[in-house]
């Protein structure tokens, strides 16, 4: 069975403070894992995959498959970054479902 | 493109009755999957479907039922409504393995 647990369902840090978001998977196989984050009154959206490797507004996740961890980070916190965000996992393939973990709601204070 | 669209936006039924959902999926996308977000929760997957054929099934009820249009649009289909039934049912389109979401539609059944 595919797990996704995201521990905390809040983290509040000061702006310029630095951000680590926590997901840990349970999957036998290669998965692919995602970041999704909704902003206030918006619709869930991609922010990050692992395959891809890339940097999106100053996040990045690393997949450890050792510690089956894909923890989200940011060093500096800017304001616009407080929203809910969803931790993902999918088979590999065009026809996978995506398992969600709880989501954390990020607030950045000023 | 508009992106993933969804109507109606909300719903308000009374339990035992019947709802249909509709969705048309960002174009050139033939993949169609549904969710359902519980307050609090992670979005769980119901349905998913490609090329109008049913791809993978969630844990759900056979209250829940779903089908793909030739033109890729989808519909979701929920029979003797519950009061558990209240959520946000997202749709979500995919051309390779990363999925697009929609708005949602918000369900409220009294």
């Known amino acids: 069975a595919q797990r996704v647990t995201q521990p905390e369902k809040l983290l509040s840090v000061f702006k310029g403070a630095p951000v680590e978001l926590k997901c840990n998977y349970s999957?036998?196989?290669?998965?692919?894992l995602f970041w999704y984050v909704q902003y206030s009154r918006q619709r869930l959206q991609l922010l990050l995959r692992?395959?891809s490797r890339e940097s999106i507004k100053g996040f990045t996740a690393d997949l450890n498959k050792g510690e089956t961890s894909f923890h989200l980070k940011k060093p500096f916190a800017q304001e616009e970054d407080s929203a809910m965000y969803y931790c993902?996992?999918?088979?590999?393939?065009?026809?996978?479902?995506?398992?969600f973990g709880k989501g954390i709601t990020l607030s950045v204070r000023p | 493109d508009a992106g993933v669209t969804q109507s109606p936006t909300h719903l308000i039924k009374t339990r035992g009755q019947h709802v249909t959902l509709r969705c048309s999926p960002i174009?050139?996308?033939?993949?169609v999957s549904w969710y359902q977000q519980v307050l609090g929760q992670g979005p769980q997957f119901i349905f998913q479907?490609?090329?109008?054929?049913?791809?993978g099934r969630g844990n759900f009820p056979d209250r829940f039922s779903a089908r793909q249009f030739p033109n890729y649009s989808s519909e979701l289909n929920v029979n003797a409504l519950l009061l558990g039934d209240s959520a946000l049912y997202l749709c979500?389109?995919?051309?390779?393995?990363?999925?697009?979401f929609g708005p949602g539609t918000r369900l409220t059944v009294l």
């Open positions: 993902a996992l999918s088979g590999s393939g065009a026809n996978s479902k995506l398992t």
């Open positions: 999957y036998s196989g290669s998965p692919e």
């Open positions: 692992h395959i």
């Open positions: 174009s050139g996308h033939k993949s």
């Open positions: 479907y490609y090329e109008k054929e049913e791809r």
């Open positions: 979500a389109s995919a051309y390779t393995d990363t999925q697009y």
